[in-house]
């Protein structure tokens, strides 16, 4: 059994990565097809040593296609994801479109693989920095069950696309020539000469605590951001733990690729530092540091699989059943990419990627 | 009245900073001392138009003076304050060697000025990561209670001096040359070229959750850096609140100036998000932000004086009694150099910059 895969946005940061990972799982592709804007008509894409031509996104480029792993943005998956449903497609959708609807499973492969089997023809791949927190957050919720948790993120500039690359890189660039030349100038980065398009600010040398949009809903959400908000819901949805309590704060940082989340759970029941760190080595994903006083950063830990956490300690805010953890990942990878093509593994081998007829989700 | 003040660690970041506030806040300084170590004699400071020779910190220094700034590090002040002391010169010490010392006010202006009035030579300066929190602790304790805080730090590199600047200029200025020409080999930054001295890891487009060394206490804080238990300690001290349930994570981030903090606090009875804007504007020192969606970045607010708070809200782990804010503030002044000299201000105004004599403190 072999599949006709169509790639969404493949020539986008995480097209390419989904790409390069399904050649190098080796997932059963038949035929591949690369979809990309109009703008991208004429590149073609190295697949398993032959170029592949881009074609254009249209509803029609779906028909004959089996799989489609959507990533080029929520209002095109809304678009066109019916689109390829209808003419007998699963689709693996990495966009934020799909995600809470209650009939779309959003799902974390080796997290609740069993989500996988209800799907009326998409299944949706959670935010980046939901994903890495998720075998961790499972893990530890198996074991003694979680209270509360608290977030601060600290997400790399490739998680807004190669734009995002391209900007922090230009800022660089601009601040270096202008203001670096000598240290005591370095307090008056000039804000001049940037244009920041991507990011709302300028991201060189800076933090943004916005990411995505900020909630304008009348409720307690007020004042949230979206990702804040995805982080929290996508968190219950994933874990069925509807009226979990948890906060996230969403902050951009100057990195290029690798999220990294400072976090706090308030445990059920009390679990040491040594006995959650023995927790998560049995945990499948998660690489835990050596000691108490090691520790991953963003940096060494891009361009690898796992979810990489250290820096487990007593929370001393709640020394009975508290914790505090630093949990880094490649954004690109487990957070998007990896993830989207283990969910696509995962239906084939349960037999879940047969055309899904009269679907509720085609006219979503 | 005026004073002969001796700074001691002048030609560093902070003692640049604190010779600069000493002219442009005007404090009575009859004759000012720049101390240092024997490498930097033969420098002059700029002082109210005079170049002034820079002098080497020894004990008879001290002679004649009657205030020191001192901000060379812990072990320079723990070997030259005693000395100071003893000839009758008042101590304002902005490292980590005093703080905790029963003798010791802990002091932040505008927070906990009256502790200024047991100082027995010394008044310390809390660390710049508990400094900036500590206007908006108070004001919320003093509405309603504090009853747990949670932090996470996005701290500027110049937390570490003009090394640490240097050092991210230099790390940058390698990955630029190296590996940023093209977008697609951003994810293969080499640490090849990379030899970090002041941080531990290289801190160019990277992370690293170690500022100070490890606790090796065997007890609830291990697996903390001194950095997190001096938040943690300072903030009790300071506040008068020794049982406070508190934590914090204490993270090194490529930004230049500013530190930022991610802070999550459990009060005592409900405070709304307006309610706690409005606390807040009325506190000294302290910009709010004009609406729940808008935000300060530490690059735009380095270079000036205030706390700034944004992004109140209700936590949604804790809907009740709980809040969230984004703290940001230039780490070289109310962190560091302006406390230190509103601290001076304080005790010409309140008369305590008299010599203490048969201080306890010089046999410390």
Redesign the interface.
Known sequence: MAYTVAVLGATGLVGSHLIQLLESRQFPVKRLKPLASQRSLGNSILFQGQPIPVEEATPEAFEGVDLVLASAGGSISARLVPEAIKRGAVVVDNTSEFRMHPQVPLVVAGVNNADLDWHQGIVANPNCSTAQLMPVLKALHSAVGLK???I?T?QSV?GAG?EG??EL?EG??VD?NNS?RH?HE????S?QYHSPQVFQ??I???????IDV?S?ADD?????TREELKL?RETRKILDLPEL?????A?R?????GH?E?V?VDLESPLS?EQAAQVLRNTPDVVVASS??D?H????T??TDPVYV??????????QT?L?L?VVADN?RIGAALNAVRLAELLHERGKLAPVTASALVTV
């Open positions: 509360r948790v608290i601060s600290y490739s190669k690359l391209e890189r660089l660039t270096m670096l240290a370095l307090e008056t980065l804000d600010r300028p060189a040398f800076n933090l943004i605590p916005h900020f304008e307690d959400t007020y004042g949230y929290i309590p948890i906060t996230a704060t902050v940082v100057p990195v290029l690729v990294s400072s706090t530092p108490l006083t520790y950063t963003p940096r060494e891009a361009g250290s820096r487990i300690r007593r929370d001393t805010s709640n020394l508290g505090n630093w690109l």
